[in-house]
């Protein structure tokens, strides 16, 4: 790294090289905190109450059918998502020297992650199981 | 190579630890998505894959790496803002280390029994 690592937030304001750069660096540290109980509450719930080797449908659509669970789910997916694809960019820029390549592989990570965040956003909330069901059978019923 | 100390192993685990985590995220949220399809969708066959042993294990060190992020991102909030996170950031990181094989242990005796249960 070019310059060493901010310690305190004077000194992110300092090095950040625009506004949104340091509402980044501090992003990171609040979400961070965040998750690690969001983060920690999922694995709890789905990995050490049960075993995760008796997950099928059924127990996600039970789960999903709880507006708690809803919005815990949005909150990890929203907080997740953006810390988790905001520290691939660090990678990409910290890794990736040549502007071309740099370029395009931002593009593609942004185009992936928002695909992938949309469809997690449907999964909690565009649909109800039994519209799911409908609407599976309805594209079966076309075919 | 640079010969740093401590220090240059907490980010470097740091960084490892956060892009697996990050891939797996993607990875999770799309088997998830998956649900969508109904009952008799790929879902339940897309997880028989998750619950084969080689593939539990992989995400046994995914979270073991989560344990380990998220416990040295409290270190690194501690250092940018406290007065004395900086000075103690060695002793911080053996405490990261510390606390993350006090979590690990007890989590691996009760997730073990179970991947070798299913094999």
Same mark, same amino acid.
């Given at each position: 790294?070019?310059?060493?690592?901010?310690?305190?937030?004077?000194?992110?304001?300092?090095?950040?090289? !625009?506004?949104?750069?340091?509402?980044?660096?501090?992003?990171?540290?609040? !979400?961070?905190?965040?998750?690690?109980?969001?983060?920690?509450?999922? @694995?709890?719930?789905?990995?050490? &109450?049960?075993?995760?080797?008796?997950?099928?449908?059924?127990?996600?659509? !039970?789960? @999903?059918?709880?507006?708690?669970?809803?919005?815990?789910?949005?909150? @990890? *997916?929203?907080?997740?998502? *953006?810390?988790?694809?905001?520290? *691939?960019?660090? !990678?990409?820029?910290?890794?990736?020297?040549?502007?071309?390549?740099?370029?395009?592989?931002?593009?593609?990570?942004?185009?992936?992650?928002?695909?992938?965040?949309?469809?997690?956003?449907?999964?909690?909330?565009?649909?109800?199981?039994?519209?799911?069901?409908?609407? &599976?059978?309805?594209?079966?019923?076309?075919? | 190579?640079?010969?740093?100390?401590?220090?240059?192993?907490?980010? @470097?685990?740091?960084?490892?630890?956060? &892009?697996?985590?990050?891939?797996?995220?993607?990875?999770?949220?799309?088997?998830?998505?998956?649900?969508?399809?109904?009952?008799?969708?790929?879902?339940?066959?897309?997880?028989?894959?998750?619950?084969?042993?080689?593939?539990?294990?992989?995400?046994?060190?995914?979270?073991?790496?989560?344990?380990?992020?998220?416990?040295?991102?409290?270190?690194?909030?501690?250092?940018?803002?406290?007065?004395?996170?900086?000075?103690?950031?060695?002793?911080?990181?053996?405490?990261?280390?510390?606390?993350?094989?006090?979590?690990?242990?007890?989590?691996?005796?009760?997730?073990?029994?179970?991947?070798?249960?299913?094999?």
């Amino acid at each position: 790294m070019a310059s060493p690592r901010p310690r305190t937030y004077a000194e992110a304001r300092e090095v950040s090289s !625009s506004n949104s750069e340091l509402g980044w660096w501090v992003f990171m540290r609040i !979400s961070g905190l965040l998750l690690v109980f969001l983060v920690f509450g999922h @694995l709890w719930t789905n990995n050490i &109450v049960i075993d995760p080797a008796t997950i099928d449908y059924d127990y996600v659509a !039970s789960r @999903l059918a709880q507006p708690g669970v809803r919005i815990y789910d949005t909150f @990890l *997916l929203f907080f997740a998502m *953006l810390h988790g694809v905001n520290g *691939l960019r660090y !990678s990409i820029e910290d890794y990736t020297k040549r502007p071309g390549r740099r370029f395009w592989y931002k593009i593609l990570l942004y185009t992936v992650s928002a695909i992938i965040f949309v469809l997690g956003t449907m999964t909690l909330w565009a649909f109800t199981y039994q519209e799911m069901g409908d609407a &599976v059978r309805a594209i079966g019923a076309t075919q | 190579m640079y010969r740093g100390r401590e220090g240059q192993w907490a980010f @470097l685990l740091h960084r490892v630890s956060g &892009v697996a985590i990050a891939l797996f995220l993607l990875l999770h949220v799309l088997d998830i998505s998956l649900v969508m399809f109904g009952p008799d969708g790929p879902f339940d066959a897309f997880l028989a894959f998750y619950h084969n042993w080689p593939f539990r294990i992989g995400l046994l060190m995914v979270i073991a790496g989560v344990v380990y992020h998220a416990l040295n991102g409290l270190r690194i909030i501690l250092m940018d803002f406290t007065t004395w996170g900086v000075r103690y950031q060695r002793q911080l990181w053996y405490g990261v280390l510390g606390l993350t094989t006090a979590i690990g242990v007890p989590v691996l005796w009760i997730v073990v029994p179970q991947i070798v249960g299913g094999i």
